[in-house]
T-cell receptor
Framework: EAQVTQNPRYLITVTGKKLTVTCSQN?????MSWYRQDPGLGLRQIYY???????DKGDVPEGYKVSRKEKRNFPLILESPSPNQTSLYFC?????????????FGEGSRLTVL | KQEVTQIPAALSVPEGENLVLNCSFT??????LQWFRQDPGKGLTSLLL?????REQTSGRLNASLDKSSGRSTLYIAASQPGDSATYLC?????????????FGKGTKLSVIP
């Protein structure tokens, strides 16, 4: 089954404790992206990647890192989480726009930073 | 910078009604526009994707139109059902500076009353 898988789905952590949210897709998509969703602010793009070893900042990249060493995986790293990073995070993937570009989302990871 | 607006923010209709959700965007330099559905606490499910060269797409009771020159898209839902209750989001894939970035509207929360 074609899917985007995120882990963990729920996480409570404390300020400053490094964490990684994993994202994996099985559709051989070139494009992958991370978003955060906050009440009243909607979905905002954090980082995106157009292929292996190619990443770029979205609208709200501060406090986050990403890597794209393999085509299927695009982990989101919070080196020193802070309470303002408490949010619902989504990973998504697609073929590049030159093809269909339809975006597929994971189920989301709800992060609470105390 | 691309801005996407969805009006109304919330909509309540009786079961069986036909309805239209609106999405407007400020920059017409887009690859495509995608409509999503989000159920509470869940990920986003793709409904329809319209490429910039297309005028409309249909899937079952859903029809989405795109007028790129005026920066507008509509999602038409025929014969609404209680199961259609969800938040509907539109997103544009920008093709200008900052290529491949996706900009989301804040969504329209639809309630279909039995």
């Amino acid at each position: 089954e074609a899917q985007v898988t995120q882990n963990p789905r729920y996480l409570i952590t404390v300020t400053g404790k490094k964490l990684t949210v994993t994202c994996s897709q099985n559709m051989n998509h070139e494009y992958m992206s991370w978003y955060r969703q906050d009440p009243g602010l909607g979905l905002r793009q954090i980082y995106y990647s157009m292929n292996v070893e190619v990443t770029d900042k979205g609208d709200v990249p501060e406090g986050y890192k990403v890597s794209r060493k393999e085509k299927r995986n695009f982990p989101l790293i919070l080196e020193s989480p802070s309470p303002n990073q408490t949010s619902l995070y989504f990973c998504a993937s697609s073929l590049l726009p030159a093809n269909t570009g339809e975006l597929f989302f994971g189920e989301g990871s709800r992060l609470t930073v105390l | 910078k691309q801005e996407v607006t969805q009006i109304p923010a919330a909509l309540s209709v009786p079961e069986g009604e036909n309805l239209v959700l609106n999405c407007s965007f400020t920059d017409s330099a887009i690859y495509n526009l995608q409509w999503f559905r989000q159920d509470p606490g869940k990920g986003l499910t793709s409904l329809l994707l319209i490429q910039s060269s297309q005028r409309e797409q249909t899937s079952g009771r859903l029809n989405a139109s795109l007028d790129k020159s005026s920066g507008r898209s509509t999602l038409y839902i025929a014969a609404s059902q209680p199961g259609d209750s969800a938040t509907y989001l539109c997103a544009v894939r920008n093709s200008g500076a900052g290529s491949y970035q996706l900009t989301f509207g804040k969504g329209t929360k639809l309630s279909v009353i039995p």
